[in-house]
């Protein structure tokens, strides 16, 4: 059973700790995404970029998938399916597939057409009892092709947009996308604690949780972030398994070549990586 992320998020951000939102690439991602939240008993996010929805069949097909695996893996503890920087179109796309929750990027959108399609789509969302995530200041990095420098989203736009109902808000403060540069200057706290001075209760949210050092992480967490989104982290300790596994020849050993066999030790290094972040985000038995 999905659920959307309102109350899970409402709960971390009073409680000072944060719910990991981690993007899926297939199967063996997502199970291992879950039984991961399932062994430590903590909520989660299942993130899903359009690149991966496609890659995936559809976004029909992965919240088919999903809310079959749930069910059959018995998972007791919320969680929500995500869609990560969503057009405009793709937002519809996934409330018709069954999501639970949606984020809706409008950040390249001039302020006033970014304010008109969001409280579109809170209306729309509020009927369906989705939760949804808006963005105000450009992520930097590379997210499916688009990339940027990691601005710093001016708090006023982000109180303009907060003030809309949506559910959790992800603000530009220095954070970006993918592996951070030798020269990245780090999170702006400044701009975030202005942002939450301005968005009160709201639950923010900070994109690209891969390489922020752990000090900075709970920093953020202590001014009001609620949701990190990890992708790339979980990516590399994938890929590092998987050539480990191969370079050592295993995969010419008896039915070493089994892609089930490949893929396992991958498949084990993203639930380390999952536990190691729902530890330092605080979220282990907030289920």
């Known amino acids: ?22 993007n899926i690439n297939n199967l063996e991602w997502t199970k291992a995404v879950l039984q991961t ?50 057009t405009y179109e793709d937002c519809y796309k996934c409330i018709d597939a069954g999501f639970s929750s949606i984020m809706f990027d409008g950040s390249h959108y001039p302020i006033e057409e970014n304010i008109a399609k969001t409280t579109e789509l809170v209306g729309v969302c509020a009927e369906k009892g989705l939760s949804l995530e808006a963005e105000v200041g ?18 006023n736009e ?15 403060i220095g954070n970006i996308h993918g592996k951070y540069p030798e020269n990245w200057a780090g999170l702006s706290f400044e701009t975030l604690d202005a942002i939450q001075q301005k968005t009160g209760d709201m639950p923010l949210v ?3 949780g891969t390489g922020i050092p752990a000090d900075m992480i709970k920093k953020a967490i202590s001014l009001g972030v609620a949701k990190i989104n990890v992708n790339t982290e979980c990516q590399i300790a994938f890929t590092a398994a998987v050539r480990e596994y191969i370079e050592a020849g295993k995969d010419l050993q008896g039915k070493g070549f089994d892609p089930r066999k490949v893929l396992a030790p991958g498949t084990e290094a993203i639930k380390a990586t ?5 530890e330092l985000f605080g979220s282990v038995n907030k289920a």
Not at 158 to 172: E, N
């Open 1 to 22: 059973m999905l659920v959307n992320a309102k109350d899970m998020l409402q709960k971390a951000k009073a409680g000072k700790y944060a719910v990991g939102q981690f």
């Open 274 to 278: 999952v536990k190691e972040k729902m």
């Open 138 to 155: 450009a992520i930097g990095g590379e997210e499916d092709g688009v990339v940027g420098m990691g601005e710093c989203a001016d708090p």
């Open 37 to 86: 939240a399932q062994e430590l008993n903590s909520p989660v996010i299942l993130g899903v970029s359009a690149g991966a929805g496609k890659y995936m069949c559809g976004f029909k097909v992965v919240a088919d998938m999903v809310k079959a695996m749930v069910d059959t893996m018995g998972i007791t503890g919320p969680v929500a399916l995500h869609l990560d920087h969503g």
């Open 158 to 172: 982000c109180k303009m947009i907060a003030d809309l109902g949506v559910t959790m808000l992800a603000a530009g």
């Open 206 to 208: 900070l994109h690209g």
